[in-house]
């Protein structure tokens, strides 16, 4: 199985900072990469697809790069609501599988 | 707007069969593949299966031996059945949609909101 792995784990920021996350594919999956943010007790929401595709409704702070193996989310100025956990997810092959998640919270 | 609306048994006895269904409201059914996908605090997001409308299916490797995800186009809905299930099956389900789009548009859209299951004799 491709292995997807996120850093840092968590993180403390403050409300405006810029956050930056960064996600590693074990092999390249061109941009088969996807990030969703998960609040406590509800579904992961898709954020971005395909690297650095914006999904509709999802604020423009959000932005992510990367292909092949490297990839990055970040957020331009963090706003209280965006106090998640976020994961990536390749899609370039089965099964599909996410990282471990990254803890953002509040400094 | 799509909805994605799931149901089944919450307690099970090791050994016993997770069974849950999922209805789509909302957009085309026959358009998208869909998926299941749990999540436990000790493997985190694990995807389990997909299918299409006319019942193609695809499954991961950990799970295949024990997973039948099944569909019923005539109503919109989608079913998992995992058997024998122990401990370690315990978490929360989901349901999702499957975006299979053209080059690297593949991804999960819309999800259900989730049922929690819990293993336990």
């Known amino acids: 199985d491709l292995q997807m792995t996120q850093s840092p784990s968590s993180l403390y920021a403050s409300v405006g900072d810029r956050v930056t996350i960064t996600c590693r594919a074990s092999?390249?999956?061109?941009?088969?990469l996807n990030w969703y943010q998960q609040e406590p007790g509800k579904a992961p929401k898709l954020l971005i697809f395909?690297?650095?595709s914006l999904q509709s409704w999802i604020p423009s702070r959000f932005s992510g790069s990367g292909s092949g193996t490297l990839f990055t989310l970040t957020i331009s100025s963090l706003q209280p609501e965006d106090f998640a956990t976020y994961y990536c997810?390749?899609?370039?092959?089965?099964?599909?599988?996410f990282g471990q998640g990254t803890k953002v919270e509040i400094k | 707007q799509v909805q994605l609306q799931q149901w089944g048994a919450g307690l099970l006895k090791p050994s016993e069969t997770l069974s849950l269904t999922c209805a789509v409201y909302?957009?085309?059914?026959?358009?998208?593949?869909w998926s299941w996908i749990r999540q436990s605090p000790g493997k985190g997001l694990e995807w389990i299966g997909e299918?299409?409308?006319?019942?193609?299916?695809n499954y991961n490797p950990s799970l295949k031996r024990r997973v039948t995800v099944s569909v019923h186009t005539s109503e919109n809905q989608f079913s998992l059945n995992l058997t024998s299930v122990t401990a370690a099956d315990t978490a929360v389900y989901y349901c999702?949609?499957?975006?299979?789009?053209?080059?690297?548009?593949?991804?999960?859209?819309?999800w259900g909101r989730g049922t929690p299951v819990t293993v336990s004799s």
């Open positions: 092999q390249s999956i061109s941009s088969f």
């Open positions: 909302g957009g085309s059914f026959s358009g998208y593949y």
């Open positions: 395909a690297a650095s």
């Open positions: 997810q390749q899609t370039y092959s089965s099964p599909y599988t």
């Open positions: 999702a949609r499957f975006v299979h789009g053209t080059s690297s548009l593949w991804y999960f859209d819309y």
């Open positions: 299918i299409n409308h006319s019942g193609s299916t």
